[in-house]
């Protein structure tokens, strides 16, 4: 059956958006639709992001950028997805854009019809609800696409049928288009991803809580209001009186973990995030006081545990333990109250504002869309998946990833996102390159030795330039400049007419460099550089001058000022374009073939995927056996038997003739960048070479051996896994599990929460209740960390008779004859008497991952577990290019998350395996040799490792150098250049900074 | 002509985190002195001690170092580096005679606008306070 090259993406947060990218860089066209007029997503309304605290929007605005300019993908804002009929490989979605009456081809995202439009005062909903926009409006500034959006249930046309024209007379370009009519379109796409992701809870029902009072707000109303770019520019007040707080409330679990039907799941992410809320708020001023009324703290993920600690320690939050159970007003403050569960009391205490740590919430909207078209959901609406099929929905060619499969935080987003892509790569591998495009450019124009010939075009942007700078002056003074034999001002440059005019210039005036003053490089430079490109100039011959947002909207009342200003500032940009040259952008061929350490459930889930895309893929495991930790696993918390997982996932390498398995080796040394690299294997004392492009490290961890701790002897007192092995086998009539056992610990290594064990022990109490329901289980622990819809399990259990008892670090269980342990709630220590101990003790790293890292030059964390390249948008991917992690080596985490991890390492692998090169960035360090004295103060500079010297002389690895010039700052002799950033470049722009 | 003496700033700034936050409140209208003329290098690790002192011999009242916040670098620490230039700088500014002012150290992410343009306004007014440099008037002389 012929298979579709082209993809639907259904939602355009930022999963979405990640496997849109991953997709259209693997050679797949890409529908990228959203329902709102931007792509972005719950993330583009963050103010920052845990455990780092980035910043959100900086971070994901650049993908937002590459997603618009991709010419493989349409981002399609404001359009529904109606209905998916067809077949894996073949389907026809039918979609509807919507109307937003407004021509998004003419469009230019000025802003001029917002700010005459009359109607103020509607609830922003980027702002959550606490902010304004118009009834014509662009969600944000940096909305993709940038285009404004007729709102028809407040427009005064709609509304009430005033001829109102506030818009049209601003709308120097004509873009409004009132008659505009929805478009419905049916698409052939050969898969389709559901991205569409989860919203925050609307507490509205819950009462108890006074949502309505305008000082209790929902989290995410709360990050609209740290945001610099939200409603109050992001000074913390109170919406009430606007008084700034000085005691602010945190009640965590609104709309998770109650016993109400529809949301019974713990949302896996408001710990953390209201932490992150709680030390922003204490950056802004460490004078207010921050509580957060918690139940258990779940800091499940990479660095979490640590972020809590943090916020406890550095920042003095006051982390309750507790219910809260209501909030009510009294003489015009807040006052919670609450069950304090350390002491079993009910308290009261007042507070200024109080923050709703409200869980995610699966859109009505969604759920009848996804039942329509036949795929499962569960009780609470996410998306249903099996545990080694976590990206795979019921219906073959229908994939998910995000919060719309369950509730989880951004990296994880992310990998599945990846992971999508990856496994719709390999289902449509025949169709890669059928409907992709590839611009033709002409052959370029050599310009060598030619004296300048200087184009500069000045763009009014509307008024947004033209209504301050007086433009037509700037062209007069920019004609005077030396070089500069064309000049002209245009009223919108980065339109179609603007760029055909550059471009019909280049070729009348003979232009050798072209400079644009307008608006920013960090949006439209691409644009002009490829306008450029298309003329047969060498796009680095380009120049920018930024004269809006760092001149006419800045200096709006000093016109005169702000002319001269934008005069000077385009000066300095035809003086580093006077000194310009062509780069290229070198490709680097890639070997197709993938290296992947570890024969776990991971590194085979990897190979199997690079494999079903077509890749060979060398396996490399250091045991015996394939299997690694899950060969010890004799259940799952759900459903299937983890063996058969496991034994139909090693059947399947084994007879996969592109997957080479290398069984008690290890890889010894590497070498070489992406594209090429080469790596010697010991293999049964012999050494081989392999010759491989990309290189997966899936090197897996094991479960830590607590000796030492609680008199561990492998007999009465064992691990989690031990017990796995005789679980079906023990008879006992009481057992005792203690939690965090050499986890969460004070000092590294440990100082991490592994994730799986809360889940692992209650699994396994579960086991044994259903075994022998007789048998006294006891769980005692710090927190319960069943977080997702793993919080089922923990009231299973607790249904089941499983007796939960909480100690404290202070007050550690002793384990001796009897277990004794102090339980805070009753006031009394308890004494027990088991028959079996069973400590649940953390994942830990492969000890090899040190000597691997080396070899790969990637880091590790202090917990020994890998670094990736970023917490948050870059989960499986290292900062060196070629070379990715997945599973267990990136840090503790249950198996679908690491089959998850696997299939977006294969994915992020398969983009330059499939494309056969890499580009080499273009702006990078180069080396004057005849200058070069060896000195090798640029190869300590350089944090990728990409500078080395080589007989004497420094040596510039274009494949690894991303072109920061840090290098050339330091080379004492001049010798190290950094190309379209060279010094005669940047210090004429210095020399030309300010006309005397 | 000393009447019209309004400061002049050679402002660095990086192309993920300062230049952004200037783009930023630029979007957000947020209003500034016209006192700067602003370079974009890729990381501020590339502000080179020459620019700095070619802006101040070429009569800049001020220059500004601006880049990522610590931790933040996209090119993982090239702001570090700036820092240790910047402090390098910072004594051979003192040696000549400069005021403190005159050679400033900002982080600034890219959505800061708002701090962005307030520390403009900030230092345009200790740049006003103290008056043009005395390096410029050297050099007319």
Known sequence: MERVGSVLVVGGGVGGIQASLDLADSGFKVYLIDHRPSIGGGMAQLDKTFPTCDCSLCIESPKLVEASRHPNIDVLGYTELISVEGEAGNFIAKINKKSRYVDVDICNGCGACTAKCPVKGIPSEFDEGIGERRAIYIPFSQAVPNKATIDVEHCLVFTIGRNCKGCRKACTLDAIKLDMEDEEVDLRVGAVLFATGAVPYDPSDLTQYSPEHPDVLTAMQFERLMCANGPTGGHIKRLSDGEDPKRIAFIQCVGSRTPKKDIEYCSAVCCNYATKEAIITKEHSRDVDISIFYMDYRACGKGFEEFYKRGKEEYGINYIRSRASEVYQSNGNLVVKYEDLDEAQIKEEEFDMVILSVGLSQPKRTQDLLRKIGVNLNEFGMVETVMNHPVETNVPGIFVCGTAQGPKDIPETVAQSSGAAGKIGSLLSDARNTLTVKKELPPEKDVTGEEPRIGVFVCHCGINIGGVVDVPAVVEYVKTLPNVVYAADQPYTCSDDGNKQIFDKIHEFDLNRVVVAACTPRTHEPLFQATCAEAGLNPFLFEFANIREHCSWIHMDEKELATQKAKEVVRMSVAKARLLEPLERGEIPVNQKALVIGGGISGMSAALDLAAGGFPVCLVERSGELGGLLKHVTALPRGKDPRDILNETIKKVEENDLINVYLNSEVTSVSGSVGNFTAKILSHGKEDEIDFGVAILATGGDEFKPDGYYGYDGKRVITQLELEKIIDEIEANTIVMIQCVGSREEEPPRTYCSKICCTEAVKNAIRIKERNPKTEVFILYKDVRTYGINELLYRDARDKGVIFIRYTDEQKPVVNEYVEVYDEFIGQEIKIKPDLVVLSTPMVPNEDNDAVGKMFKVPLAPSNFFLEAHVKLRPVDFATDGVYLCGLAHGPKPIDECIAQASAAAGRASIPLSAGKVIAEAIVASVDEEKCVGCGVCEDKCAYLAVSIEDGKATVNRAMCKGCGTCVTACPTGAMEQLHFKNDQILAQVKHAFAW | ?141
């Open chain 2, 1 to 141: 002509m000393e009447e019209e003496w309004i400061p002049k700033i050679t402002l660095f700034c990086c192309n993920w985190c300062s230049y952004a936050g200037s783009d930023d409140a630029g979007v957000g209208r947020k209003q500034q002195p016209p006192t700067t003329r602003t370079i974009r290098v890729m990381c501020s690790g590339r502000t080179d001690p020459a620019f700095v002192l070619a802006a101040l011999l070429e009569g800049s009242d001020a220059v500004l170092f601006t880049g990522c916040h610590i931790g933040d670098c996209h090119y993982i620490s090239g702001n570090y580096k700036a820092k240790k230039k910047f402090e390098m700088l910072k004594e051979v500014v003192d040696e000549l005679g400069l005021e403190d002012e005159r050679l400033q150290l900002q982080w600034i992410s890219a959505s800061e606008g708002s701090e962005f343009a307030a520390y403009i306004n900030k230092v345009t007014e200790e740049i006003e306070a103290i008056g043009p440099s005395p390096l410029r008037q050297e050099w007319m002389k």
